[in-house]
């Protein structure tokens, strides 16, 4: 069966973007008679506020988009995260690290794109006994079989987990089979699939939708304060009317898709 997820990390109000990214997913579920579930990405205990959460739903509800089954709460789940690292590890497909972001950062020294670099592997051949500050786990891509994939984080040390093997891992829980999410984390996605590689899970279909941003080219983000559906909400706009416009892509005036 078809089915679809809104994931949202509950660090802020949720904004236009998050609307019509979660309108799409809902769609291709509905169109589809498929489930489209709610998981709410709050691993990053420093940043994530159970307001925030409530939020989540009183937007999703104001929008009429309605989900199937119990939200997924990634909170309660560090175990589980931490047993499917604990796996990776004993395979020897992971490795603890730790390097701190300004040494990865001086260590780079291939050229990139703006993003943060690759990790130089310093930590990957480190052997006992270890130094007694906190490490993250990182994978080995290239013992995975994928040496063009950066080892990326799959256990922060500021964390429950990783966005990457959590979502990830939840993905599969969850027997998603279509992602439709932004193409601000398509980028991530290869890496994703690497872990859907390495524990035999299946890989779903992934629909990169583009971004929505503001008339003059400007992409929507929660720290810009773009216009939050909670301030809409409150300002009596009809979301379901809303929700009924992003469904044909026709958005709100000063609002429109960004080109690549
Ligand atoms: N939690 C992520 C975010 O809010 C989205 C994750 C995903 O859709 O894969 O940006």
Redesign the pocket.
Known sequence: MITTRF???PTGLLHLGHAWSAVQAHEVARAAGGRFLLRI?DIDETRCRPDFTDAIYRDLEWLGLDWDGPVLIQSERGETYRAAVQWLAEQGLAYRCWCTRAEIEAAASAPHDGGPPAYPGTCKHRTPPWPETPHCWRISASAAGAPLIDDFVIERKDALSS?MLA?TLDDAEQGVTD?V?GRD?EPLTPGQMLLQHVFGWPTPLYHHHPLIGTADGKRLAKRDKAPTLAGMREAGVDGRALAADLRRGVFPVGFGVLAD
Do not use: G, K, L
Request: aromatic residues 12%; glycine residues 0%; contains cysteine.
């Open positions: 994931a949202p990390s990405e966005y979502c992602i999410r984390i």
